[in-house]
């Protein structure tokens, strides 16, 4: 931003005409602060959540571990074995 600033006033001290859509300094900097407010509350809501969050993603990781175990008992024990038929009738 420092460098922004001091080549925009570098510019305006040697009377340089700016394009009409030049964007300012200025208007840079307010939406550099913006963007910062904003990303300084979704990290604060982030923080509040995270505890709820992680507990969520604990407990579906246990259903899914038990599902899963309990589909590997199941196929262990109910799984198709090759047998052999005779196809000559």
Known sequence: ?????EAQHLLERQRYSFPDNW????TIQNSWTSMNDILKRKEQTI?????TIQQKVKIEA???DTKTK???EDWATKKPIG?????HV
């Open 1 to 5: 931003m420092k460098q922004l600033l």
């Open 23 to 26: 964007t300012s300094i200025d």
């Open 47 to 51: 923080e509040t959540k995270l505890d």
């Open 70 to 72: 309990e589909l590997l």
């Open 62 to 64: 246990q259903t899914v």
């Open 83 to 87: 047998v052999c038929r005779d196809l």
